[in-house]
Nanobody, 124 residues
Framework: QVQLVESGGGLVQAGGSLRLSCAAS????????MGWFRQAPGKEREFVAT????????YTADSVKGRFTISRDNAKNTVYLQMNSLKPEDTAVYYC?????????????????WGQGTQVTVSS
């Protein structure tokens, strides 16, 4: 089990950028695939991005492709989500999650450990 703490959320104007960070406790982090998900008010949680344990495989949802990038630094036990060209529809609570497997995956049900989330608000 790993404990996850997200940071970096906030209020930004449309077209702006934010970088979210997710700090993980526990040595198991380095062998776990990681993911970012988001949930907007009144909507279900949705997949945003995922990355394999070693960073060699990573992909994003079509809705954020070309704008968001996921990366990780295993030496720092941290995974990042760089968000550029933000749109009002990106407004949501963003969650970091750890998957007890080394391979990237977009299914939220496959993730065992979740952070508490960080709010991202994009104004028009």
């Amino acid at each position: 089990q790993v404990q996850l703490v997200e940071s970096g959320g906030g209020l930004v104007q449309a077209g702006g950028s934010l970088r979210l960070s997710c700090a993980a406790s526990g040595r198991a982090f380095v062998i776990y695939a990681m993911g970012w998900f988001r949930q907007a008010p009144g909507k279900e949680r949705e997949f945003v991005a995922t990355i394999s344990w070693d960073g060699t495989t990573a992909y994003t949802a079509d809705s954020v492709k070309g704008r968001f990038t996921i990366s990780r630094d295993n030496a720092k036990n941290t995974v990042y989500l760089q968000m550029n060209s933000l749109k009002p529809e990106d407004t949501a609570v963003y969650y970091c999650a750890a998957r007890r497997s080394s391979s990237a995956n977009s299914a939220s049900a496959s993730y065992a450990d979740w952070g508490q989330g960080t709010q991202v608000t994009v104004s028009s």
